[in-house]
C-alpha cells in the first residue's frame, strides 16, 4: 500500500503558526502581569491605600489630610524618592508591618520611625543651608475666663542659615554645623549628650549635669549617636495632633467658634482633655453643652442658638480630629519638638544643663532663634518688637554680660535686672513681674512656668559657679517656731470657699492631680502641695461653673 507523502512545507508552516501564536499569548499575558504589578506598586504607593486599608492609620491619616505636607505622598517621606530598584528591597523590609497588623501584634499608642534621612526626602524640596528672612509671627490666646479674652504674643522667628560658606545663625544653624546627640529613650526626649561640630572644625561636647555620665559612658555607646537633621524638630509636621488650647484658639481666631459664647474656651478645653471612651460617647456628651448654657444664660441662648450649636459641632469635630480612644492616641501621646511649652522640644538641649567640661551651657536665650516674646491684651496697642542688628559676624549693642553661654541663669541667680547697667538699654519699671508695662515685666517671661527649662536645676549652680562667680547660695534660715491652734473643722460651705478653677470639673475630671502632679504633671503643683491628696483641692478650689450634670436650682 503506497503511503501518503508528507506535506513538510505544510508541517512548519503550521509549527511555525503555533509558535507565533504561543509567544503571542505568552507575551500578552507577561504583559497583563507587568501592568497588574505596576498597577499594585502603585496603589500600594498611594495615599488611599497607606491612610485607609489599615484600621491603625485613621489617627495619622487624619492629622497628615491637615497639614502642610496633604500634596505629598507618604511614600516620599516613608520610602523615599528613590527608583523602584532601590525602593523595592525597602518596602519588602517594611512587610513586617503588615503581618503585625494581620496578627494584632502591635501595642497602644504606635510609635514609628521608619523615616528615611531628611536628606534623602525633605531636602528633596527644602534647602536648609539657603538663608532665610526672619518671619514676623501674631499668635492670639484666649483665657480661660467668661469672656474668653484674647490675648496677642509676638515675635520674629531668626530662621536664617548659611549666611555664608563657614558662618551661619539662626533656627537652621543646626543643619549648617553637625550636631550628634545621644538620647536615653526612644522618643529622644532625654538628651544626656551633645557634641558639636562646626563647619570651621571646632568640636564642643556637652554633657547634661544631672544624667551622671562621663567620656567613657558616652564612648560604649558612639553607635547610638544620632546626626540631627530636619526631622529632629518638625517630627510632626506631617502629623500634628494639637494641644486643646492650641486646637481651640485656632478655631477661636478662625471664627469657627465665636468667642463670645460664654466660658466656650474653658469648655473647649475641657472637652478635648476628657477622657472619653469612643468618638460616640463624646458626641453624646458635648450635646448636652446646648441645656448648660439654656439654664444658665438663657437670655443668651435664646438669641444666640446657631452660634452655640455651631461651637458645639466643631468641638465635636475637633474631638474626631484630635483624640482617637481606640488606639489610645491623643496631643499627649506624640511629643511634638517644634517649641518647648507643651514638650520639651527645644529644652531637650537648650535647657541650661548641658555644660561643657569648662562650664560652658548649650545657650539657654529666647532670642537664639527668635525675639523676645512681646504680649498685648485686648485694647492695648501692639508692643515694639526689638530686632537684634547684626554688622558682620559681631552682634551689636550687647554688653559682655549677655554674651556668656548661661546668661539667663546668671540674670535669675543674680537679679540683675535691678542693677543699673540694665536701665541703661532696657524700660526696668516692674521688674520681674508680669504687666507687661516694661520690657522687665513680660509675662511672655515672667508669667510662664517654664517647666522644661534647668532654671532651677541644683546640679546647674555647683557646674558653673566657679566659673562665672557666681555669689554662694543663701544658707536656708530656720523658720521660728510658732505656737499653732488646732484647726477648726471644716464645714461644707468652707469648702466651698477660695479661687475658682478656671474649668469646669466634668465627669471624669474630678482628679486634679491628673494633670496638677509635683512630678510629671502636664501642668505642674507647687512643691508645697507634695502631700496633698486629690481630694484635698476642692477644699481650697471650687469650679468656676457646674458641670454638664448639674442643674441649677
Same mark, same amino acid.
Given at each position: 500500500m503506497l503511503q501518503p507523502v508528507r506535506d513538510w512545507w505544510a508541517l512548519t508552516k503550521r509549527y511555525k503558526q503555533s509558535v507565533l501564536i504561543g509567544s503571542g499569548l505568552l507575551l500578552i499575558a507577561a504583559m497583563f502581569v507587568f501592568a497588574a504589578g505596576v498597577g499594585a506598586w502603585e496603589y500600594t504607593n498611594s495615599v488611599a491605600f497607606c491612610g485607609t486599608t489599615c484600621h491603625t492609620m485613621p489617627p495619622e491619616f487624619i492629622a497628615y489630610q491637615a497639614s502642610p505636607h496633604a500634596r505629598v505622598p507618604c511614600v516620599d517621606c516613608h520610602l523615599g524618592r528613590e527608583s523602584a530598584f532601590n525602593a523595592i528591597p525597602r518596602k519588602a523590609r517594611e512587610m513586617s508591618h503588615v503581618t503585625k497588623f494581620l496578627t494584632a501584634d502591635y501595642h497602644t499608642p504606635i510609635y514609628l520611625r521608619t523615616l528615611r534621612p531628611a536628606r534623602e526626602t525633605c531636602e528633596e524640596c527644602h534647602f536648609p543651608e539657603k538663608f532665610s528672612s526672619d518671619t514676623f509671627r501674631e499668635i492670639t490666646h484666649y483665657a480661660l475666663d467668661e469672656e474668653s479674652t484674647p490675648e496677642q504674643t509676638y515675635l520674629v522667628l531668626k530662621t536664617g542659615g548659611q549666611i555664608r560658606p563657614g558662618l551661619s545663625r539662626g533656627i537652621h544653624w543646626h543643619i549648617a554645623n553637625e550636631v550628634w546627640f545621644l538620647a536615653e529613650d526612644r522618643l529622644d526626649q532625654e538628651i544626656v549628650y551633645v557634641k558639636e561640630v562646626l563647619t570651621d572644625g571646632t568640636t564642643r561636647e556637652y554633657y547634661h549635669v544631672e544624667a551622671d555620665i562621663d567620656a567613657e559612658y558616652v564612648a560604649e555607646r558612639r553607635d547610638q549617636l544620632e546626626l540631627m537633621d530636619c526631622i529632629d524638630c518638625h517630627n510632626r509636621t506631617s502629623h500634628e495632633f494639637p494641644s486643646p488650647e492650641s486646637a481651640i484658639d485656632e478655631a477661636l481666631n478662625a471664627d469657627r467658634i465665636d468667642a463670645d459664647i460664654p466660658f466656650i474656651k474653658a469648655w473647649g478645653v475641657d472637652a478635648l482633655q476628657e477622657r472619653f471612651q469612643s468618638h460616640d460617647e463624646a458626641q453624646e456628651k458635648l450635646e448636652r453643652l446646648d441645656g448648660w448654657y439654656q439654664r444658665n444664660y438663657p437670655e443668651f441662648h435664646t438669641e444666640n442658638q446657631d452660634s452655640i450649636q455651631n461651637a458645639i459641632a466643631e468641638l465635636q469635630d475637633l474631638y474626631q480630629e484630635t483624640v482617637f480612644p481606640?488606639?489610645?492616641?491623643?496631643?499627649?501621646?506624640?511629643?511634638?519638638?517644634?517649641?518647648?511649652? /507643651?514638650?520639651?522640644? &527645644?529644652?531637650?538641649?537648650?535647657?541650661?544643663?548641658?555644660?561643657?567640661?569648662?562650664?560652658?551651657?548649650?545657650?539657654?536665650?529666647?532670642?537664639?532663634?527668635?525675639?523676645?516674646?512681646?504680649?498685648?491684651?485686648?485694647?492695648?496697642?501692639?508692643?515694639?518688637?526689638?530686632?537684634?542688628?547684626?554688622?558682620?559676624? +559681631?552682634?551689636?549693642?550687647?554688653?559682655?554680660?549677655?554674651?556668656?553661654?548661661?546668661?539667663?541663669?546668671?540674670?535669675? /541667680?543674680?537679679?540683675?535686672?535691678?542693677?543699673?547697667?540694665?536701665?541703661? &538699654?532696657?524700660?526696668?519699671?516692674?521688674?520681674?513681674?508680669?504687666?507687661?508695662?516694661?520690657?522687665?515685666?513680660?509675662?511672655?517671661?515672667?508669667?510662664?512656668?517654664?517647666?522644661?527649662?534647668?532654671?532651677?536645676?541644683?546640679?546647674?549652680?555647683?557646674?558653673?559657679?566657679?566659673?562665672?562667680?557666681?555669689?554662694?547660695?543663701?544658707?536656708?534660715?530656720?523658720?521660728?517656731?510658732?505656737?499653732?491652734?488646732?484647726?477648726?473643722?471644716?464645714?461644707?460651705?468652707?469648702?466651698?470657699?477660695?479661687?475658682?478653677?478656671?474649668?469646669?470639673?466634668?465627669?471624669?475630671?474630678?482628679?486634679?492631680?491628673?494633670?496638677?502632679?509635683?512630678?510629671?504633671?502636664?501642668?505642674? +503643683?507647687?512643691?508645697?502641695?507634695?502631700?496633698?491628696?486629690?481630694? /484635698?483641692?476642692?477644699?481650697?478650689?471650687?469650679?468656676?461653673?457646674?458641670?454638664l450634670e448639674e442643674t441649677t436650682p
Open positions: 481606640g488606639m489610645d492616641i491623643g496631643w499627649a501621646t506624640h511629643p511634638d519638638n517644634l517649641g518647648h511649652k /507643651e514638650f520639651p522640644g &527645644c529644652f531637650r538641649c537648650h535647657d541650661g544643663k548641658h555644660v561643657t567640661q569648662q562650664g560652658e551651657a548649650i545657650r539657654l536665650e529666647c532670642n537664639i532663634c527668635h525675639t523676645i516674646p512681646e504680649v498685648s491684651g485686648a485694647g492695648q496697642p501692639a508692643p515694639v518688637i526689638n530686632v537684634a542688628r547684626v554688622t558682620g559676624e +559681631a552682634r551689636i549693642e550687647e554688653p559682655a554680660s549677655h554674651r556668656s553661654t548661661n546668661w539667663l541663669f546668671i540674670h535669675r /541667680e543674680e537679679r540683675v535686672a535691678q542693677d543699673a547697667e540694665c536701665a541703661g &538699654c532696657h524700660n526696668t519699671t516692674d521688674a520681674g513681674m508680669a504687666t507687661n508695662i516694661s520690657f522687665c515685666s513680660n509675662s511672655a517671661c515672667h508669667g510662664t512656668e517654664w517647666v522644661y527649662a534647668g532654671l532651677d536645676a541644683p546640679a546647674l549652680r555647683g557646674a558653673i559657679a566657679e566659673q562665672e562667680q557666681l555669689s554662694p547660695a543663701p544658707p536656708a534660715e530656720p523658720e521660728p517656731q510658732q505656737e499653732v491652734e488646732a484647726p477648726a473643722p471644716v464645714t461644707a460651705l468652707q469648702k466651698n470657699r477660695g479661687p475658682d478653677i478656671p474649668h469646669p470639673l466634668s465627669e471624669g475630671r474630678k482628679a486634679c492631680l491628673n494633670c496638677h502632679a509635683v512630678e510629671g504633671g502636664l501642668i505642674p +503643683a507647687p512643691e508645697s502641695h507634695t502631700d496633698h491628696t486629690e481630694q /484635698e483641692c476642692t477644699q481650697c478650689h471650687r469650679p468656676a461653673f457646674e458641670t
